[in-house]
Every structure is written in structure tokens, then in C-alpha cells.
């Protein structure tokens, strides 16, 4: 629909999208969607739309709706269904909004293949609407650099820019998100939005947070069941480089997901973050650490202290791992608060607990863990497969990658091939071949190898067998592995990195300036 123009569609008009390898809908002038509460306008597939019991909807039957720069968006109680194509890079997002201004209220987005809303630069208001059944809900995004564009991060692809765009504050307010396969809300690129009252059930996360800017408050959790596929907490991504001067509300507890200086929430130097009273920082992984290049305020209360503690923490922020009382919190649960030689901290009714762990570049190398998809459920009788894509942040080497759960019979004892693949060419940037794989149960896989990785590269790990020549394999040859919340082989990446010392919760490098009142 050309600029200039309007189109309206009246309360209980049924659209059908044909293809999924087309644009359904383009808006470059105005458009007017209001249905009523019981006449709403419907966005679906044809196999929804027929009324057949032969047929069934699945996601990514169509492609996408787009909303395109100076176009106007008037939804009310609009609905849009399996829609969406694509799961990887290009991500084709159900409905896909860039630069508009818009307002949409009392609608509906389901059952979306990939990103079901995503909000570019978008002067949007979203409120009292459902976002359900989706891989993920709502993605808050900014072309910073129009000129490089930018795709959706739910999948691995991760925020190139740190810089707040400035351009727009959406609104997301009063909203329900409901199972919601890997995120209700991400934020991301130096975007600023206002997520505000929002209630959370079922999502692997809630919501994520790479180097961007949101205010989030009056978040509410309600879960249905205490289970880990269903995490209570906000996630700090470890890509995250904060870049702007920058306020964190209170709201759900924040998961700092990192794992040592190459990956951990970083404040820049010459940015200043102020960290409100009753904040709950937990974290994921006994390499956590928050790094601070520039300068932290917190600012607790005695009767509202800000705390950081472990994810296995029950007793603040409530059960944000979601596995009930299976696990306890412990002394050294998590690294440290890092304050670098340009950086200062202020700590004011700041409680620290279950951490002191900390990292020195002196002494001999050990292994990190670079990246670790992590397990949510097995697949079975499979004789290759294959990793969600890892972005190196630096350059460095591989020692080894470890699968999650692998088991197998191999009664003719092929050998495998398991190996680390660049995304550019596909070709290999670490590989080796493993025999001897029989009668092994459920394990963790670790299989040593050696290669180097660059930085902004992106990386998968594959893991498959190999029948010699002349063999014929058959049913007993499979192999069982563990997968991730996209059902890509749960494996994580490890290099050579510096050695960790015990130490406290705050270090200061010669030059960091710390108060603690």
C-alpha cells in the first residue's frame, strides 16, 4: 500500500496470506485495523481459515505483514496467526515494524515461527495485548547504523551497537506473554523502551537485555509450574556493552548471563550506571562477573537493600531457576563486581552473598567455557547434527567442545566425526574424528580439539556418524543427544583463558575507586 494512501478494514474481515516465501501485506500510508472484542480482524493461514479437519496450521505458514518508515498503524483487536518464516538468519518476523508510528491494543500474536512482533526505531505503543505461543513474543530493535541493518537476536545473532538511539520510546504496557519458547520481550541495539506492567507466564525467559536502555517496572511472574524451562528472571546478555548513562528500576530479578571477561555485562568507560533500591541481581554460572569500566551507583536502602546473590537463591527474588528445592545456593556461586582501573563503584545498603570467585591474568592458562547451549530436552535416533550459531567477541583458540547428554549403542563401532564449523564458508575451524564410541549411557561428551576463532566470526558445532566405506549403517548406529530450547544440539565452546583465583565479591584493578557505605 503506497504513501499517501489509507486503507481500513472493518471489524470481522478474515485475511488469508497464500505464501510463505512472499510479503503478505506492505503499509507505506495509513492503516486503520479496528475490529471489536467480538468481530476481531484476522491475520491467518489458509489452513486455519478453512474450517477442514484435513488440514492443520502450523507456524510459518505465511510470511510477514510490514510496516515500512512514515507509515501510521491503527490496530485494535487484530489478530495475526502462524505467520512468521524462519527460525535462523534472515529471520522473516510475523509482523514487522520499522520507523512507523503505531498503536495496537486488545490484540493478539500467536503461534509466530520466529519473532512474532518486532519494533524497529517504531514510535509504537503496545498495550493490552497477547503474546503467546511465539518462539518470541515482542522484539525491541534499532538501526543505529541503517546503513549494516540489523536482525532479530533471538537466535544467537547478537547486538551490534551500544549507542541509545534516542530516536523513540515504545511503550510496552499491560500486556500478557505466554509460553513464549526462548523470550517474552528482547531488547536490544541502544534501544529505549518502557516495558511496564507486563504479566509473564511460562517463558523460557521473561525477557532479555543486550546493550539497550529499557525501563521495566511492575513486571508480574506467573508462572504455572515450578520447572527450569521456565526461568524468573530478567536476563543481562553477556554480549551487553553499556555505552549511555543508565537508570535500572526495580522489577523481576536480573540474571547476569556471562561467564568471565570475555563474556559478561560491561559498563564502558565515561557511562555511569545507577542501580535503584530493591534491584536483585543472580547469577547463572560460578564465572559470572558484571565488569566496570566506567562508573556504578547503587543505591539500596536499608529496608530495600540491592543484592547480588546466586540464581540457586531462593530466598530473595523468589525461585528464579525454576527447579523448586533441587538446588541450594553456596560460597562461590559467582565471580565478582570487577571495577577496572578507569572505573568507580559506590555501594550504598549493598548485600553481597554466595560469591567471591575472581580473575587474574597471571599464572598458567586453564579452560573457559566461551558458550554453552545448555540442555532442555533429548533427541533420539539421529545419526548427525548440529549447534545454534556462537559470534566470537574476540579472537582466540579452541581446546575443546563438550555435548550434552550424548548416548549411544554403535554396535558396529563407527567412528564419529565431531568438529566446529565457520558460518561464512562453512568449513572447518576445528574437526577431529573419535572411535571406540560403543555402549556408552547418557554422558557428557567431551572431545578435545584444536583451532582458532576470530573475532565477529560465528561458529556451530556438528556431531555425526561415519560408516566407513562399504558399511551400511542401520537403527542400532543412531546416537541419543541433548538439545537446546531450538532444538539445535545442546554443546558448549571452550578456549584457553586465565587463570581464576578466589577473591571477593568487589575487586578493584591499581586505579579503580570504590565507596561502600
Known amino acids: 500500500m503506497a504513501s499517501g494512501a489509507t486503507l481500513t ?4 474481515v478474515k485475511i488469508i496470506p497464500q505464501y510463505s516465501s512472499y510479503t503478505a501485506l506492505e503499509v507505506q500510508g ?3 485495523a479496528v475490529g471489536t472484542a467480538a468481530a476481531p480482524i484476522i491475520f491467518t493461514s489458509v489452513k486455519d481459515a478453512d474450517g477442514l479437519a484435513s488440514t492443520t496450521p502450523q507456524q510459518g505458514d505465511w510470511h510477514n505483514v510490514v510496516f515500512s518508515a512514515g507509515s501510521q498503524i491503527n490496530l485494535d483487536y487484530a489478530e495475526f496467526h502462524y505467520g512468521g518464516v524462519g527460525i535462523m538468519r534472515p529471520v522473516k518476523e510475523m509482523v514487522k515494524i520499522v520507523g512507523a508510528k503505531v498503536n495496537i491494543n486488545h490484540s493478539v500474536f500467536d503461534n509466530a515461527q520466529g519473532i512474532a512482533l518486532r519494533l524497529i526505531d517504531a514510535d509504537a505503543i503496545v498495550e493490552n495485548s497477547v503474546f503467546s505461543n511465539n518462539s518470541c513474543g515482542i522484539s525491541v530493535d534499532s538501526l543505529v547504523r541503517p546503513d549494516l541493518g540489523t536482525d532479530g537476536g533471538c537466535y544467537g545473532d547478537h547486538s551490534q551497537y551500544s549507542t541509545a538511539a534516542a530516536k523513540t520510546t515504545p511503550q510496552i504496557r499491560n500486556n500478557q506473554f505466554l509460553r513464549n519458547r526462548t523470550i517474552g520481550v528482547e531488547i536490544r541495539n541502544g534501544s529505549t523502551p518502557i516495558i511496564d506492567g507486563n504479566t509473564f507466564t511460562d517463558n523460557y525467559l521473561p525477557a ?5 536502555y529499557p525501563t521495566m517496572m511492575n513486571s508480574i511472574l506467573s508462572n504455572s509450574s515450578t520447572s527450569p524451562n521456565f526461568i524468573g528472571a530478567i536476563s543481562l546478555s553477556g554480549y551487553t556493552q553499556w555505552t549511555e548513562n543508565f537508570t535500572l528500576r526495580k522489577d523481576l530479578p536480573y540474571l547476569l548471563q556471562s561467564n568471565g571477561p570475555a563474556w559478561s555485562p560491561h559498563l564502558n568507560a565515561g557511562a555511569t550506571m545507577t542501580v535503584e533500591r530493591g534491584v536483585i541481581f543472580k547469577t547463572d554460572h560460578n564465572g559470572s562477573a558484571m565488569f566496570i569500566d566506567g562508573n556504578l551507583i547503587v543505591s539500596g536502602a536499608v529496608e530495600d537493600p540491592v543484592i547480588f546473590t546466586s540464581f540457586k537463591d531462593d530466598s530473595v527474588g523468589g525461585d528464579s531457576n525454576g527447579d523448586g ?3 541450594t545456593p553456596r560460597d562461590r556461586d559467582w565471580n565478582t563486581v570487577k571495577i577496572a582501573s578507569t572505573g568507580s563503584g559506590t555501594f550504598t545498603n549493598a548485600n ?4 567471591k570467585q575472581d580473575y587474574t591474568t597471571e599464572g598458567p592458562e586453564v579452560q573457559e567455557t566461551l558458550n554453552d547451549f545448555t540442555k532442555q530436552s533429548l533427541v533420539t535416533n539421529t545419526m548427525g547434527a548440529s549447534s545454534k550459531h556462537w559470534q566470537a567477541q574476540k579472537n582466540g583458540n579452541f581446546v575443546r567442545v563438550v555435548f550434552h547428554d550424548f548416548a549411544t549403542v554403535n554396535p558396529q563401532n563407527f567412528p564419529y566425526l565431531a568438529g566446529i564449523k565457520r558460518v561464512s564458508d562453512n568449513s572447518f575451524a576445528a574437526s577431529t574424528t573419535i572411535t571406540n564410541l560403543q555402549n556408552i549411557a547418557t554422558k557428557e561428551l567431551e572431545v578435545a580439539m584444536s583451532g582458532s576463532f576470530a573475532k565477529d566470526e560465528s561458529y556451530y558445532a556438528i556431531l ?4 566407513p566405506t562399504g558399511s ?3 537403527i542400532k548406529d543412531v546416537f541419543q543427544i541433548g538439545v537446546d530450547d531450538s532444538q539445535m544440539v545442546a554443546v558448549s565452546f571452550h578456549e584457553f583463558g586465565p587463570k581464576k583465583i578466589f577473591h571477593s565479591a568487589i575487586s578493584v584493578d591499581t586505579g579503580g575507586t570504590v565507596v561502600v557505605q
Open 208 to 212: 532479555r537485555v543486550e546493550s539497550s
Open 472 to 474: 551400511t549403517a542401520d
Open 9 to 12: 478494514i472493518e471489524p470481522g
Open 464 to 467: 555425526q556418524v561415519v560408516p
Open 325 to 327: 528445592a533441587a538446588s
Open 30 to 32: 495509513t492503516l486503520n
Open 352 to 355: 553481597f552473598t554466595y560469591g
